[in-house]
């Protein structure tokens, strides 16, 4: 199998979980999440499009790793600890790629697209416990629900390979997206400094003009930290 067609395969499966996982967040943020009291249909990305590259990753990290597991078999004699050790490896891959993924955005763009830091023993509000549990659910429901129709999808697409205009397009288009996602982030954050900037020094020549030398402003970047919760942009409406 060339390197193309590899390639090829794994952008497949990256927007196969990519959309799979909109979905799933999708839903989840209007019917269970306490983050959302309103009960609105929210958009859960950081991007335009209907795809999280979270679980696109995450997909195709447990692909290859359940291709790996069907080779080696590791305490296959044993169901119970061959199935809890492989789900365990899942989740605890899955909570490596939730957190560099969420500190690659809070270090990287100040954004943080979810926060744990109400749950019990989380790290930086990015990972925690009670979320490793649930990636290890649903690891176990990809493994028995997901990767054998994945696997059958793969084994169509080899002998399908017109499909890759597909995916090729849908590569365009994510790129398209997150450039301009970035980019008008970028924006409204270096606006947001600029409100900042001219509102203290609005009030430092009011402050001069009316000798109110006891008073002071004491929040310097008031609509940076609102444009640090992001919630307007992150949480907008789908089609905004």
Known sequence: MSAYIIFILLAFL??????????LEFFYRRFISKAN?????LNPGFLT?????????????L??????????????????????????????LMTLIEYIGGIIFIQGMHIK????????????????PKFTVIWGVLSAAYYFLLFPQLRKLVAWFGAHPWFSFVVGTLFGLYLVDQCV???????????AAEIDHK????????????????????NTTFFSNKVEQFDQFVHRAPGR
């Open 181 to 191: 996602s970035i980019h008008l982030g970028s924006l409204i954050r270096k606006r």
């Open 63 to 92: 692909y290859l790793l359940s291709l790996l597991e069907s080779v080696v078999g590791f305490f296959a004699e044993i169901p119970v600890l061959h199935y809890g050790l492989l789900f365990l490896i899942m989740a605890l």
């Open 199 to 218: 509102a203290v020094v609005n009030f430092t020549q009011m402050q001069q003009k009316l000798h109110l030398q006891h008073v002071s402003i004491h």
């Open 14 to 23: 990256f927007f196969t979980g990519s959309i799979m996982g909109w979905i």
């Open 37 to 41: 009291p309103e009960r609105q249909w």
């Open 49 to 61: 499009g209907p795809w999280l590259p979270l679980y696109g990753t995450g997909v195709v990290f």
């Open 113 to 128: 697209l979810w926060d744990y830091s109400n749950e019990w023993g989380n790290i930086k509000g990015v990972i925690c």
